[in-house]
T-cell receptor, first 113, second 113 residues
Framework: ETGVTQTPRHLVMGMTNKKSLKCEQHLGHNAMYWYKQSAKKPLELMFV???????ENNSVPSRFSPECPNSSHLFLHLHTLQPEDSALYLC????????????FGQGTRLTVV | GENVEQHPSTLSVQEGDSAVIKCTYS??????FPWYKQELGKRPQLIID?????GEKKDQRIAVTLNKTAKHFSLHITETQPEDSAVYFCAASDQTGANNLFFGTGTRLTVIP
């Protein structure tokens, strides 16, 4: 295990539902990330948090809302999603946001119906 | 931001042969180039990385080369084994602000026993 844990592993939700993805890291890292992994597309960076502060929002629709209450926890709140949002959502952490190894969680497989 | 292109998208080799995966990047200021391996149903994990102050790095059967002038870098796997079968992602750091990683589209490597 890399020390980055995501829950739930699988999630099926309707387009009108509200749900949250959770990520937790026990590595003492200062930076945390959300990535979206879709079939045949590169890993897409969504959000970056450094020392609990959001430093990057990669033009993500407002139906995705991140929250970082502390350096160890990261949430992704989901509301009114579309079927095309179905993907694997990966959380990652690193010591700093620059040029250091990113450790990934197992991901949450999200299906929007 | 950075644009990373990766080729080929799929690669099949006989066990014992070598495999080469190539990536190009667009931002000449990028300075960190990791490679991640993602086995089926598992999280991406770092296998090797290289920084722009070196041209080549080797770790047992895995090597990475970097050509800063041409803005491309490659992953070389020698004496391939069935357990090398996975999807490999290259990435490059973005020097604008937070140095976040931008990933290629991945290469699905199959090693045929």
């Amino acid at each position: 295990e890399t020390g980055v844990t995501q829950t739930p592993r699988h999630l099926v939700m309707g387009m009108t539902n509200k749900k949250s993805l959770k990520c937790e890291q026990h590595l003492g890292h200062n930076a945390m990330y959300w990535y979206k992994q879709s079939a045949k597309k590169p890993l897409e960076l969504m959000f970056v948090y450094n020392f609990k502060e959001q430093t990057e929002n990669n033009s993500v629709p407002s139906r995705f809302s991140p929250e970082c209450p502390n350096s160890s926890h990261l949430f992704l709140h989901l509301h009114t999603l579309q079927p095309e949002d179905s993907a694997l959502y990966l959380c990652a952490s690193s010591q700093e946001t620059w040029a250091t190894e990113a450790f990934f969680g197992q991901g949450t497989r999200l299906t929007v119906v | 931001g950075e644009n990373v292109e990766q080729h080929p998208s799929t690669l099949s080799v006989q066990e014992g042969d070598s495999a080469v995966i190539k990536c190009t990047y667009s931002d000449s200021a990028s300075n960190y180039f990791p490679w991640y391996k993602q086995e089926l149903g598992k999280r991406p994990q770092l296998i090797i990385d290289i920084r722009s102050n070196v041209g080549e790095k080797k770790d047992q059967r895995i090597a990475v080369t970097l050509n800063k002038t041409a803005k491309h870098f490659s992953l070389h796997i020698t004496e391939t084994q069935p357990e090398d079968s996975a999807v490999y992602f290259c990435a490059a750091s973005d020097q604008t602000g937070a140095n976040n990683l931008f990933f290629g589209t991945g290469t699905r490597l199959t090693v045929i026993p």
